[in-house]
T-cell receptor
Framework: AQSVTQPDIHITVSEGASLELRCNYS??????LFWYVQSPGQGLQLLLK??????LVQGIKGFEAEFKRSQSSFNLRKPSVHWSDAAEYFC?????????????FGKGTHLIIQP | GAGVSQSPSNKVTEKGKDVELRCDPI?????LYWYRQSLGQGLEFLIY????????KSGLPSDRFSAERTGGSVSTLTIQRTQQEDSAVYLC??????????????FGAGTRLSVL
């Protein structure tokens, strides 16, 4: 079955430190990949996306992600986190390449920022 | 408005009652999706509308769940005879599908449903 795995349920990082959130996908073909962020009581905001081409993609709020086909991974990174980055982060995949599709989401990673 | 709008933002109902949740997509977006977000199951895809085509209902958890989209715009998700396990946040998303499925979904803030 198609799936997205985020192995870390919670991550705690000190403000100003670097961040990496892990995401792995399963499928024969490469899906389209996304990272969304959700603050308490809010909907999902798109941080960045990967469709094809350059494997390092830049997003909003200083985030970037790298697609690695050999590892079936799409990890999210930020060089220096801010207290406002505390939120829930979701990795998602669209497995149907022929048209619009429902997304398959990981379970999410809760990011805690220590002062 | 500029974004996806959902109403109500919160809904409390009694077990066995019917509820209707509304989604107003971004203007011009032809695709509309419903998802359910619950503690135990995470984010689950429920149903997808594309233009005036018949919806993809493959994710609906039971026949108590139905959805319609009037005039290719506003959508209503209806849950009949609500059960406590229906308590969740229901998220709506819309998109304008690009070539070869390069499709970016934009989400509303959701409706938090509590079934007592």
């Amino acid at each position: 079955a198609q799936s997205v795995t985020q192995p870390d349920i919670h991550i705690t990082v000190s403000e100003g430190a670097s961040l990496e959130l892990r995401c792995n996908y399963s499928y024969g073909a490469t899906p389209y990949l996304f990272w969304y962020v959700q603050s308490p009581g809010q909907g999902l905001q798109l941080l960045l996306k990967y469709f094809s081409g350059d494997t390092l993609v830049q997003g909003i709020k200083g985030f970037e992600a790298e697609f690695k086909r050999s590892q079936s991974s799409f990890n999210l990174r930020k060089p220096s986190v801010h207290w406002s980055d505390a939120a829930e982060y979701f990795c998602a995949a669209a497995y149907s390449g022929g048209g619009a599709d429902g997304l398959t989401f990981g379970k999410g990673t809760h990011l805690i920022i220590q002062p | 408005g500029a974004g996806v709008s959902q109403s109500p933002s919160n809904k409390v109902t009694e077990k066995g009652k019917d509820v209707e949740l509304r989604c107003d997509p971004i203007s011009g977006h032809t695709a509309l999706y419903w998802y359910r977000q619950s503690l135990g199951q995470g984010l689950e895809f429920l149903i997808y509308f594309q233009g005036n085509s018949a919806p993809d209902k493959s994710g609906l958890p039971s026949d108590r769940f139905s959805a319609e989209r009037t005039g290719g715009s506003v959508s209503t998700l209806t849950i009949q005879r609500t059960q406590q396990e229906d308590s969740a946040v229901y998220l709506c998303a819309s998109s304008f599908p690009g070539l070869r499925g390069k499709n970016i979904q934009y989400f509303g803030a959701g409706t938090r449903l509590s079934v007592l």
